[in-house]
T-cell receptor
Framework: DSGVTQTPKHLITATGQRVTLRCSPR?????VYWYQQSLDQGLQFLIQ???????AKGNILERFSAQQFPDLHSELNLSSLELGDSALYFC??????????????FGPGTRLTVL | QQQVKQSPQSLIVQKGGISIINCAYE??????FPWYQQFPGKGPALLIA?????SEKKEGRFTISFNKSAKQFSLHIMDSQPGDSATYFC??????????FGTGTRLTIIP
C-alpha cells in the first residue's frame, strides 16, 4: 500500500458526460501528479500540482482540468468524454521513500470506461 | 514523440535465469532514471532508480546499468522468480518531476 488513495476504483459513463476523479496524497506530500495509462498511449504524464499551485503540464487535453485543494487532495475533471478517454488514471504523490530519497508513490488508479 | 524507448515488449525467462530489459532516452535534461514494477490491477511501484553520476546500482537481485554517453540504461533481474512476473516500466525525468515512461515490458517467469 503506497499511502495514496484514489476514488472511485471503477467508473462507467457515457460519451459526452463529465466525471471527477479524486486523489488523496500520502500524508505530508505536497506534490500530486496525474497520469493516464491506455493501451495505445502507455503511461503518460498529465499534470502536476504542488501545494495548491499548478507546477507542470504534460499531454493533458483541454477537456480535462485538475485542481489541488488546501487539504492537498486533488481532483481530475474530465468533460465531454469520448470513447478514447477510456483508460486507467493514476495519481501519484512525491515524498521521501525508505531510502531517504524523493520518489513518486502511485495510487491504485481509477479505471474509466466510456461507453 | 517517444522520448524513452523500451525493449523488448514481452519477455519470457526461465526461473533462476537473468531478465534484461533495455531503455534508451533522447532528452539530455533527464537526470533521474527509475524502474517501476506493475502487477495487474495495481499502480506502478518504484523498484530501483539511478542518477547519471554512477554507472551501476544494485539492490538485491535488481541492478540498473547506465551508459550516459549512449543514453541507455537497463534493468537486470538476477535469479528471476515467478513472483517477478509483472510489467516493468523504465522512466526518466528532469529532477524527479514529471516522469516520461517507456512503453513497458511484460515479463513472465516460467518454472
Amino acid at each position: 500500500d503506497s499511502g495514496v488513495t484514489q476514488t472511485p476504483k471503477h467508473l462507467i459513463t457515457a460519451t459526452g458526460q463529465r466525471v471527477t476523479l479524486r486523489c488523496s496524497p500520502r500524508s505530508g506530500d505536497l506534490s500530486v501528479y496525474w497520469y493516464q495509462q491506455s493501451l495505445d498511449q502507455g503511461l503518460q504524464f498529465l499534470i502536476q500540482y504542488y501545494n495548491g499551485e499548478e507546477r507542470a503540464k504534460g499531454n493533458i487535453l483541454e477537456r480535462f482540468s485538475a485542481q489541488q485543494f488546501p487539504d492537498l487532495h486533488s481532483e481530475l475533471n474530465l468533460s465531454s468524454l469520448e470513447l478514447g478517454d477510456s483508460a486507467l488514471y493514476f495519481c501519484a504523490s512525491s515524498g521521501h521513500g525508505t531510502s531517504g530519497r524523493i520518489q513518486q508513490f502511485f495510487g491504485p488508479g481509477t479505471r474509466l470506461t466510456v461507453l | 514523440q517517444q522520448q524513452v524507448k523500451q525493449s523488448p515488449q514481452s519477455l519470457i525467462v526461465q526461473k533462476g535465469g537473468i531478465s534484461i530489459i533495455n531503455c534508451a532516452y533522447e532528452n539530455t535534461a533527464f537526470d533521474y532514471f527509475p524502474w517501476y514494477q506493475q502487477f495487474p490491477g495495481k499502480g506502478p511501484a518504484l523498484l530501483i532508480a539511478i542518477r547519471p553520476d554512477v554507472s551501476e546500482k544494485k539492490e538485491g537481485r535488481f541492478t540498473i546499468s547506465f551508459n550516459k554517453s549512449a543514453k541507455q540504461f537497463s534493468l537486470h533481474i538476477m535469479d528471476s522468480q515467478p513472483g517477478d512476473s509483472a510489467t516493468y516500466f523504465c522512466a526518466a525525468s528532469p529532477g524527479n518531476e514529471k516522469l516520461t515512461f517507456g512503453t513497458g515490458t511484460r515479463l513472465t517467469i516460467i518454472p
